[in-house]
């Protein structure tokens, strides 16, 4: 990266971590942020599917490399006044080889006092880009134990545990591989009770295949997140499945998406829905050339909007408080 000439270069860093304690039991009714678990009341303000950090694009590692300096100069004034606009948690969905680095989120966690949720899982979109080799080889039971041992035991030696399940798919139809990486996230949700949250967009195939998955192993489909769901063009096609208890992310907030938001968000509150839809950005405080992708607007420019458009205050805090709460609780939910 150009201009970074002397700044502190980290990668793999794992002569500094101090051992991670196993985890006598996963805390079911609690969620897991990247300092330790906190009771869902505690959760607050949240946004639901966002990047603190990622490498998009640059090649897949499970330690990426970031220039520290940088990454703290640009991220943590941005948390801060996050924390300062009424955040309280983010969930960052940068996944395993896509970018994600516990150690960091930690750090930035600690010094802005936001809560950061971390996942376990991996990443099928970007042409299965960052999907690791062993995936290959290995049967969705065998990827689901790596998955479940980084919940249980904590990633790595970095002293953090995940809070959720990262999966992503992009295929139509869904490829093996999908359907495999998809399975594991089940085998996992059933052994540990971690919600999943999966990458799927406008694929309403695979949102269905995804749930039929899930339920052919013995998970409900309240333990499942549709991401992206704002790219569905009619809301109607995302209520069978808000119907059947899965969540529905709208995240893709900004100010060009936000009347078609609040459409999709009118229709879920007229069917009776508003409790399973989600709210995000999608943003990225650190993206691989170092620029950044605001999240903010939710609460600088669409809250406005969103009480102008009928909703009342205690619509939003449904949305931003209560459902995420909600969806992130580690509860085994099962069929």
Known sequence: MAGLAGAALLGP????????????NVPTGKIMTVTGAVSPSDLGMTLPHEHVFSRFGKDAARYPSYFEENLMESVVPYLKKLKDLGVDTIVDATAAFFGRHPEFLNKISNETGVQIITNTGYYGAAKGKYIPKHVDDETAEEI?????????????????????????????????????????????????????QTHTGDNIHAANESINILTQNGVAAEAWIWVHAHN??????????????????????????????????????????????????????????????????????????????????????????????AALTIKKRLT
């Open 232 to 325: 569905v063009t009619e809301p109607a096609n995302l209520y069978p499945l808000a119907k059947m208890g899965s969540f529905i992310s709208f995240d893709g907030l900004n100010e060009k998406n936000a009347e078609h938001i609040l459409n999709g968000l009118k229709q879920f509150k007229a069917e009776g829905l508003l409790h399973k839809a989600l709210l995000s950005h999608d943003g990225n405080s650190f993206r691989s050339d170092g620029s950044r992708k605001d999240y903010h607007f939710l609460l600088t420019g669409f809250k406005p909007q969103f009480l102008a458009f009928g909703f009342t205050e205690d619509d939003f805090e449904q949305l931003t408080v209560k459902n995420p709460a």
């Open 144 to 196: 689901a134990k790596r998955w479940i041992s980084e919940i249980r035991n904590g990633i790595d030696e970095t002293g953090v545990y995940p809070g959720f399940i990262k999966t992503a798919l992009e295929h139509k139809p869904m490829l093996d591989v999908d359907k495999k990486l998809i399975k594991a996230a089940a085998l996992a949700h059933k052994e540990t009770g971690l919600v999943i």
């Open 13 to 24: 860093t794992g002569k500094s971590f101090s051992k991670t304690t196993p985890l006598a």
